[in-house]
């Protein structure tokens, strides 16, 4: 058996800080022992099985996951640990590791402090991130994974001052963590594999010096008793979904022109805002907007139609590199950009319904670029509970207006005994076929993916 750990950032994080934090650590643990402690040990045992409803009815994914958490707390502060054994045993028998969390706790009047990888969770957008970048998530298995499950930690000191029910929150990551994709021959990967005669290969990105990237993030935070929330947000980030950058070499073999596809991020500052505002007892409006100063977009010098109609023959790429402009750059721009959702939520004969839009922006657009101008989706949720609460259903649901695609979820979860669940479910993909030049994200991508899921939790 092999054990895969993937902690790079958590490894960064302690050989710049490491000293630091251990004394820190010690100190806090050999604080006097008047102060009252209480350490407890708990977790959870996850069987996951997805199956194909379509094509061959492969199975999709068949995990097994093992969750331990360690808390220990006293009067000043606490200590945090939690940490993924996941064997996917329809591929192999290999357990990754997964630290998800690992921090410590400091509390002083109206101040907390934690110091360590946490989960920093902000926003209100349901089927999209917004403000909600600073955590990464893990999408190598998509959709096949419980969104609380998706977050995989973020290494950050994390500073919250209160005023009264107000509070200003500050956020300094050391090392960019992008979120984790997945890898090319996977089949999740979100690209389409580009047909003609050019081989393509896809790289991930090259990481830059720790601090180089060091993010900043500050939200200040309304708790309104007169029915407003409201979240005002300043930050130096990374957005931590790619752009492809395009370069070009030779395969000196072969004599072959071959195109890279290279994971590209940009630093940038941002700011943002989330609000929810209660319009009646059972009805909320609910908003959320972050622009971004610079944000890479992949730009091609001829048009998709040229590139779609030249990629079939030999001779029609010949033709089309003898116009094709060749750079340096990648064929990447920076550009401002704005992501905003508007949104309602209401209970409905014990319903809990809700629906946002969502629209993509970019500023500044020129032609050449790759992505839309604009680009619109929405979302759908609606969730019950039957049978004195044990029983939970919900279904949700995410359309891409422009490009007629969709995702469907449908799934209930019944509580058979006190830590026991057992969930049964669908995820559907379809919608209009796309070029592989298209440039935003598409569910049709994924149309052959539509599974069901099995899923049974142990909590102890």
Request: net charge negative.
């Amino acid at each position: 058996m092999r054990i895969n750990i993937q902690n790079r950032s958590l490894f960064l994080f302690f050989k710049y800080f490491g000293l630091p934090i251990f004394i820190c650590f010690h100190f806090f643990f050999a604080t006097v022992q008047s102060a009252g402690a209480q350490t407890s040990l708990n977790g959870m045992y996850q069987n996951y099985n997805a199956l194909q409803t379509a094509g061959n009815n492969e199975i999709i994914t068949a995990r097994n996951r093992l969750r331990l958490q360690m808390q220990h707390t006293r009067s000043f502060g606490g200590f945090r640990g939690e940490t993924d054994l996941i064997q996917r045993y329809n591929k192999s028998t290999d357990i990754e590791i997964r630290l998800r969390e690992l921090y410590i706790d400091w509390f002083f009047g109206d101040y907390d402090l934690r110091i360590g990888k946490q989960k920093i969770i902000w926003g209100r957008a349901t089927g999209g991130f917004i403000t909600d970048i600073l955590t990464p998530v893990d999408l190598r298995e998509f959709l096949t994974q419980d969104p609380e499950d998706l977050r995989i930690g973020l290494t950050a000191i994390n500073l919250t001052r209160y005023y009264g029910s107000n509070f200003l929150q500050i956020v300094l990551s050391p090392v960019f963590e992008p979120d984790l994709l997945p890898e090319p021959d996977s089949r999740w990967f979100p690209i389409q594999m580009i047909p003609g005669p050019i081989p393509v290969t896809y790289k991930g990105t090259e990481r830059s010096t720790p601090l180089k990237d060091a993010g900043l993030a500050l939200r200040y935070g309304i708790r309104s008793p007169s029915r407003l929330d409201l979240d005002l947000m300043l930050l130096r980030w990374t957005h931590p979904m790619p752009t492809y950058g395009i370069t070009f070499s030779i395969l000196t073999v072969q004599d072959i022109l071959r195109a890279n596809l290279n994971e590209s991020y940009q630093h940038s500052w941002m700011g943002g805002l989330s609000a929810s505002f209660q319009l009646y007892e059972d009805l909320f409006l609910t908003g959320e907007a972050l622009f971004v100063k610079d944000r890479l977009f992949t730009y091609l010098p001829v048009s998709v139609e040229r590139l779609e109609n030249a990629l079939t023959t030999p001779n029609g790429v010949f033709q089309l590199l003898q116009d094709f402009e060749f750079r340096d750059d990648g064929y990447l721009v920076n550009k401002p950009w704005l992501n905003s959702m508007i949104g309602v939520e209401t209970n409905w004969h014990n319903t809990t319904i809700g629906a946002q839009f969502f629209v993509e922006g970019i500023l500044n657009y020129e032609e050449k670029i790759l992505p839309q101008r604009i680009f619109p989706y929405v979302t759908f949720l609606a969730t019950r509970n039957f049978a004195q609460d044990r029983l939970r259903v919900l279904t949700l649901t995410r359309y891409n207006i422009y490009a007629e695609d969709f995702w469907f979820q449908l799934q209930g979860t019944y509580e058979a005994a006190d830590g026991l669940e057992i969930s049964l479910g669908t995820n559907l993909f379809g919608g209009d076929p796309v070029t592989p030049f298209y440039g935003h994200f598409s569910f049709n991508r994924f149309r052959e993916n539509s599974f069901i899921f099995t899923r049974i939790a142990f909590y102890f």
